[in-house]
């Protein structure tokens, strides 16, 4: 085991100095149900030089887990993503995803920033793109790292050493996230994801959000929910233990909460278990559709459903991985991750209070105000609307340390004050609505499902990844992604509806095997450097369509015709949202 670890070592340092037929699941993703399109010759043969690895190796604890405090920030703007430097030529549209607009009071997120997607609206320091590492050429870095290299490398488990210094560092203060077996991804739940291991976190099957964690922009991931022990329990005719049959009620109910439906699918739950008849048939029975309550069920009865809230104590785990390759050509969800995030609601606002604190963030952003976030060291950082926001990232070794303050901040205006987001989170409300959707991901056979209240096309309401590649030109925010462009796009920049007709969501948003490969050897170049604070976007050659700086007075405004509505929600057609 020392002897792969060195090699994986030796790879990732000679970097520094110098874009289906299987039967059984690989690591992190679940056997498919049907045999995928056959690999290309140039995949086919790339497949054929790499020797993939057997057990998977475990790479040593980082000797520094906490990072110093730094004397400076160097960008105090650091919530404003690389994306948002993005030219969109009065033409395309890459602002919409986080960036909404709703009808007063209609939710409780009333950040009502759609206004962004017309205008670079920042304040003057934000004006420069600190986001550097976007113009770097990393080509003949990735030269250097051989592709059985990257293979060996991500094949490798840094999250279980994290969890063990993290148990075994005395004076750690903060969560300790753990999950057994998380490395081996689909390995480590069970048919409805729940956690073998007993620890109660529930994996959930979901769609991407466009475009940053498509795999074909650099990345794979996986999200688990955990609710509070009062939800998991149940005392109808008991004494308050564990009842699955409640712990599935109310992630259900929560479901239905933050999609706001009126009802939904479920596996099998026995009503019985926490005496509530959730299905309105006046009985208690096995149901596996059920309505929304005014209260959760079993021991958290005295919890009332608040529309698009989580309850107190609400748990998401997020792991942000390589993208992998496994034996049969496949893309999959490997060991190694990139980071992990973890998110914990700790005070519950209710929706009145909500709106004036986005009243407040609002106007600070109209008086150019630099955003300000209370760092609670181990604890993570505060992102002053109820949620504790902790990250890990890779040391120059590539095991998982804490993010640095500033490190941290990368990850606070996505989850913090964005028009788009259900109190203050993303994928949840992504999930394969009902009971198709507790499982680990897999979007193998997902439907390209378009968004709530998604306009037609041509008198036809298309798939939302095919709605996106037309709004933003390309298939990434940057419009860098030159393979989906060829794969999907016409000379024009127009849709090939031909090329995207019948394809999942895997054919649509997965890389060829060369992609994958040189997508996980530029982001080894940024672990190497160390360099986070200057961008983590694996780009491969300089981004073209971004500004180093905006100039307000000169850059282009998108006309209004362009200006899209967009729901985070999808429309999974047999579950409908709340009208």
Not at 271 to 285: I, M, P
Request: one cysteine or more; a negative charge.
């Amino acid at each position: 085991m020392k002897k792969t670890w060195m090699i994986l070592l030796s790879a990732l340092l000679y970097a520094c100095s110098g874009d289906n037929a299987h039967t059984t699941a690989p690591p992190g993703q679940q056997a498919p149900e049907q045999s995928g399109d056959k690999l290309p010759a140039a995949d086919q043969e790339l497949l054929s030089s790499l020797s993939f690895p057997g057990e998977v190796a475990t790479a040593s604890p980082t000797p520094t887990l906490r990072q110093p405090k730094p004397e400076t920030i160097y960008n105090a703007e650091a919530v404003i993503p690389p994306q948002c430097y993005t030219k969109h030529e009065a033409k395309y549209n890459p602002c919409m995803t986080c960036h909404q607009t709703y009808p007063y009071r209609s939710r409780p997120n009333t950040m009502d920033d759609g206004s962004q997607q017309v205008a670079y609206l920042f304040s003057d320091i934000g004006e420069v793109n600190h986001w550097t590492n976007l113009f770097e050429d990393r080509r003949e870095r990735i030269e250097k790292i051989s592709d059985q290299h990257v293979l060996d490398y991500i094949h490798t488990d840094n999250y279980s050493p994290l969890i063990e210094q993290l148990k075994n560092t005395r004076d750690w203060q903060g969560p300790i996230p753990e999950l057994k077996n998380l490395a081996l991804g689909a390995e480590a739940f069970d048919e409805l994801g729940f956690a073998k291991d007993g620890s109660h976190w529930v994996a959930f099957n979901y769609k991407p959000l466009p475009s940053t964690f498509w795999p074909t922009n650099g990345a794979t991931d996986d999200v688990m929910i955990r609710l509070p022990a009062k939800f998991r329990q149940a005392s109808c005719g008991g004494d308050g233990q564990y009842s699955k049959d409640a712990y599935l009620a109310n992630l259900s109910i929560l479901e239905m909460a933050i999609k706001d439906l009126h009802d939904i699918s479920t596996p099998d739950i026995d009503e019985r278990a926490f005496c509530v008849d959730l299905n309105g048939d006046e009985e208690l029975s096995v149901v596996n559709r059920i309505k929304r309550p005014e209260h959760y069920v079993g021991d958290a009865a005295d919890e009332v459903v608040a529309t698009m809230l989580y309850p107190l104590g609400t748990e998401f785990l997020h792991s942000v991985r390589y993208v992998g390759i496994n034996e049969g050509g496949e893309i999959t969800v490997p060991p190694r991750m990139k980071e992990l995030r973890y998110m914990n609601k700790f005070v519950f606002y209710p929706p009145e209070h909500l709106v004036s604190m986005y009243g407040n963030e609002r106007q600070e952003k109209v008086d150019e105000l630099i955003p300000k976030y209370i760092n609670r060291g181990d604890k993570g950082t505060d992102n002053s609307f109820g949620w504790m926001m902790l990250g890990f990232i890779e040391d120059e070794q590539g095991s998982l340390r804490m993010q640095s303050e500033e490190e941290n901040l990368f990850c606070m205006g996505c989850h913090t004050t964005v028009g788009t987001t259900i109190d203050q989170t993303f994928a949840f409300a992504r999930k394969v609505t009902g009971s198709k959707g507790w499982s680990y991901i897999n979007l193998k056979g997902m439907q390209d499902a378009p968004y709530v209240g998604q306009q037609k096309v041509d008198g036809e309401v298309i798939g939302e990844i095919a709605d996106y590649l037309a709004t933003v030109g390309g298939g990434n925010e940057f419009r860098e992604n030159a393979e989906i462009r060829q794969r999907f796009l016409n000379e024009d920049g127009s849709l090939n509806t031909a090329a995207l007709a019948g394809k999942d969501v895997y054919q649509l948003i997965t890389p060829s095997l060369r992609r994958a490969l040189d997508l996980n050897k530029a982001y080894m170049t940024i672990v190497a450097d160390q360099d986070f604070v200057y961008g983590r976007d694996p780009n491969i050659a300089p981004a073209v369509n971004v500004y180093r700086e905006i100039d307000p007075e000169t850059a282009s405004v998108l006309p209004a015709d362009k200006v899209r509505h967009w729901d985070l929600r999808l429309n999974w057609q047999t579950e409908q949202a709340a009208p």
